[in-house]
């Protein structure tokens, strides 16, 4: 027998392939090898029928007779295992498949495409079902095996065969088959029910049917309990039959049964997807009230982990004697004539506080019309009756005997809460109290806004209604607090405490409108700065050698920078652009050449101003060197895609362009083109981001942008936006304590394995992934202090060095001094550092830290404290000398 017949292609495009014993490989024709990667030894590669069947196919071409002959006379030898007058009976059978197959297939090609394409409805969702996909595994050519191929073709399901467990198992892992089809006959050539159990041992085994294969019973034995294969984890058995048509009906039912079954559980994920999402709290209880599921936004507003409701009937669960003695009687009434009851009920939290909801509750009818499930969508409500407010604080106020001991419970268990100023005069100031507080609660309660605020003084609200008049006032005190601006700003003490620190938060912090004698804003023009092009763009070939070294070390977080800047002639950022943009694919994602990209980093750098000595191209390259080494790291990548990390690094190499060496407080207080321009609101970062996009879509020759949907530009340059936006300082702690608080919180929580009621991390949730970005190109703008000594101590140089010339302006000007305590004369470089990482960079890296883990950079942070902190008490020693002697 010769090698050339071992794969057969008929007219109908089945493609059918063999591997005997005796061969020592299988045999490939051309067309089959050319694909990306070869077949694995022992795998059948795929029927598609019905994708290719061409229009002769319904006529019975005489290829494909040819093709099912040469297999009935390749019969003999190893694809059977015997020779005489076994195998001719083993190829009178064949012969007989292959005619029958062939009619068959003639008169059901067209019902074929149909069930190929047919649709799925699930209640009101619509889906459409790929051609099935079927893997044979059976160690021989067979005529069950061929029962079962010529099944599957008349079907127009895709089809595999395996012969060994190792192919079968790396064949399931690749196509994910609905339906495996496993020889169970013989355990000679595998354990069928070894293979059954490592198929189930992988995760996408949990939607497949499998069937086992078995020998017909003997007259002299007992009929074998199927229990044996249902703990292999076989779904079904089939009695050894190799009819086409019988393969053909246990197939079709399998589709139409447990396939179909399975189809729809997995479209059910997308819509758990959704309710798990849900802000509105939901409840799906059984028709006898038993709990069955509950999302995140339910655990979150009743305090409880779902494992501690799963399973539980809701009159076991505490309940609220705020609701009249009907109310539930009223609701069962409703809901179980099939009728949805909607209305404020209020329901009991595990911490035993009452709540107020809107309540709507559903019943699910299911088979026989009978109801089958309630479900429940729970809102808190955001109004509450001032007249009951009213009638609470009189009650409290008369009658001192019921509510002093509920005060003194209140009182040990939150006293750190209490402000004792405002409550020292409880007693008299009572009566007040009620004048006092009756106009703000109306006023509020009246509100009918949804923004967060709004959601947590009416929650405060919500809980006086409860409290004693002691909690009330501290409450009261808390809503004072909260109707601030600046919520998330700590305050400083006095100035004279410590000025390098006031003077760092007055110059970075504020927006510098600091009035003159005269009460008038002085208003000067800024210099208009004029910004070279260079002609022809490098190429990468063109890198030297000794930058090209000097870069191989760039994923380093000890790479040094200013030997970049000095080999490059103070162009660092166009060389580790080409660099970083390169190893992140930058230029696949937006689809452009690398000339463009070239380009565009030549003008993003020939609009920084090398006579800087801070703002320069050097810190936008800095900036994203640390901001690419972030990305690096495993949390943060698994939290961002693709578009997250070439907007961050887009933000990094911008965030500072045509920075002019001036704080924002300085331009607002000369009155400047952009302050005017920008309202004296955030004037640096915004003329940044706009500058940047300025220059990008202007020319074509560098606009990385011009080839990328207009969809994804919108979101791209949002995020750019908000990202460079981020790096003002002025809403610093606002930025770093939502990070806290939503990420870190929540990570800290998952980690100890604890009930928080805190909102999970959710890699991939939108508002997560901003505050990632937000605080990810924050510490990278800032991230001096935690580079290496020699790199930190340059870097306080030159910013220190940019607030001198800064003061020295001032006072040329007759401008305020924003940082008096920056005058190059008496400022002492070691205190200043020593304020600004107290005040800035220690929580920010602290948290930073928690989610990214950088422990090289906490060690410099640490380090470089200690440096300056010697430093420090050095000159403060060497200050003292000449009054103690």
């Not at 948290?847 to 008490?873: C, I, R």
Request: glycine fraction near 4%.
């Amino acid at each position: 027998m010769g090698c050339a017949p071992s794969i057969h292609v008929s007219q109908s495009g089945v493609i059918y392939c063999r591997d005997s014993d005796e061969s020592n490989s299988p045999r490939q024709t051309s067309s089959v090898s050319q694909g990306p990667t070869a077949p694995l030894h022992g795998l059948f590669v795929q029927t598609d029928a019905a994708d290719a069947m061409p229009p002769s196919r319904a006529a019975g071409p005489p290829g494909a007779v040819r093709v099912r002959r040469s297999r009935a006379e390749l019969g003999s030898g190893s694809s059977t295992g015997s020779s005489g007058p076994a195998t001719t009976t083993c190829r009178g059978r064949r012969r007989h498949c292959c005619s029958s197959a062939e009619a068959e297939t003639q008169t059901s090609y067209t019902s074929v495409k149909q069930v190929s394409s047919a649709e799925v409805r699930i209640g009101p969702m619509r889906l459409t079902q790929d051609p099935i996909q079927v893997l044979l595994i059976f160690a021989k050519e067979d005529s069950q095996s061929d029962g079962f191929w010529w099944a599957c073709d008349r079907a127009g399901y895709r089809c595999n065969i395996a012969r060994t467990p190792e192919s079968a198992l790396e064949c399931f892992l690749d196509k994910h088959h609905e339906i495996i089809v496993i020889d169970h006959r013989q355990s000679r050539n595998f354990d069928a029910e070894a293979v059954c159990r490592s198929i189930r041992a992988t995760n996408p085994s949990e939607h497949t049917v499998i069937l086992a294969v078995v020998s017909q019973a003997s007259d002299d034995h007992e009929e074998a309990s199927v229990l044996p294969l249902l703990h292999a984890g076989f779904n079904r058995r089939f009695m050894e039959n190799s009819s086409i048509i019988a393969c053909y009906n246990e197939l079709i039912q399998i589709e139409h049964g447990e396939v179909r079954s399975q189809f729809k559980l997995r479209a059910c994920n997308s819509v758990f997807t959704a309710l798990d999402h849900c802000h509105e709290a939901i409840e799906i209880t059984s028709d006898d009230h038993v709990i069955q599921y509950v999302n995140p936004a339910f655990e979150r507003m009743m305090g409880y982990h779902k494992g501690e409701l799963l399973g539980k009937e809701l009159a076991d669960l505490p309940k609220s004697d705020k609701n009249r003695a009907d109310l539930l009687d009223t609701i069962n009434t409703c809901i179980k004539k099939g009728k949805e009851w909607q209305g404020v009920y209020y329901a009991r939290r595990k911490s035993g506080d009452s709540i107020q909801q809107h309540v709507k509750i559903t019943p699910v009818i299911g088979q026989g019309g009978k109801i089958r499930h309630f479900v429940s969508l729970k809102k808190l409500c955001c109004t509450t009756d001032s007249n009951k407010q009213i009638h609470r604080i009189h009650r409290d106020s008369g009658d001192n005997s019921q509510t002093e001991p509920h005060s003194f419970r209140h009182k040990s268990r939150r006293k750190e809460s209490i402000d004792v100023k405002s409550i020292s005069s409880r007693g008299s100031d009572a009566p007040s109290l009620q004048n006092r507080r009756y106009p703000s609660m109306a006023r509020i309660h009246s509100m009918t806004i949804e923004a967060p605020i709004t959601k947590v003084i009416n929650i405060i609200n919500a809980a006086q209604e409860n409290s004693p008049v002691t909690v009330a006032e501290a409450l009261d005190r808390v809503l004072e607090i909260l109707r601030t601006t600046e919520l998330y700003s700590p305050q400083l003490g006095t100035k004279d405490e410590d000025p390098h620190t006031s003077d760092l938060v007055g110059g970075l912090m504020t927006d510098g409108l600091r009035r003159l004698s005269g009460n008038e804003y002085v208003f000067t023009k800024n210099v208009h700065h004029s910004h070279s092009h260079l002609a022809m763009p490098i190429t990468i070939n063109d890198v030297p050698p000794s930058i090209a070294q000097l870069l191989d070390n760039e994923e380093s977080w000890d790479f040094n920078i200013f030997e970049l800047e000095a080999i490059t002639h103070k162009r660092p950022l166009v060389y580790l652009g080409l660099k970083v943009f390169s190893r992140f694919g930058v230029c696949e994602f937006l689809n452009c050449t690398e000339t463009t990209l070239r380009a565009w980093l030549q003008v993003i750098e020939a609009n920084y101003h090398s006579s800087n000595a801070y703002h320069n191209s050097t810190h936008a390259a800095d900036v994203l060197h640390a901001t690419a080494f972030f990305l690096g790291k495993e949390r943060v990548k698994g939290s961002l895609d693709q578009l997250d990390e070439v907007a961050a690094l887009i933000a990094a190499t911008v965030h500072d362009v045509d920075h002019p060496g001036r704080t924002n407080s300085f331009l607002c207080n000369a009155g400047s083109e952009l302050a005017v321009l920008y309202n004296d609101t955030a004037v640096l970062e915004s003329h940044h981001t706009a500058l940047a996009f300025q220059l990008t879509v202007k020319d074509t020759k560098c606009n990385i942008f011009k080839n990328i949907d207009r969809n994804h530009y919108r979101t791209l340059r949002q995020a750019i936006i908000d990202m460079v936006l981020a790096t003002e300082m002025t809403k610093h702690f606002e930025h770093v304590n939502k990070f806290v608080n939503s990420i870190n919180k929540p990570l800290a929580a998952e980690s100890e394995g604890s009930d928080c009621e805190c909102n999970p991390t959710g890699k991939n949730f939108p508002e997560n992934q901003i505050l990632i970005k937000r605080m990810m190109i924050k510490c990278a703008d800032v991230a001096n202090p935690c580079r290496p000594l020699d790199l930190c101590i340059e870097w306080a140089g030159r910013i220190s060095e940019e607030y001198f010339a800064q003061t020295d302006e001032e006072k040329r000007q007759g401008l305020p001094v924003v940082m008096p305590v920056f005058d190059r004369n008496t400022c002492s470089i070691p205190k200043s550092q020593i304020s600004f990482i107290d005040y800035f960079i220690t929580d920010m890296f602290d948290a930073w830290d928690a989610f990214a883990h950088l422990p090289a950079l906490m060690q410099h942070l640490a380090d470089n404290y200690k440096h300056w902190k010697t430093l420090d008490d050095l000159k403060c020693k060497t200050l003292r000398l000449p009054s103690d002697s």
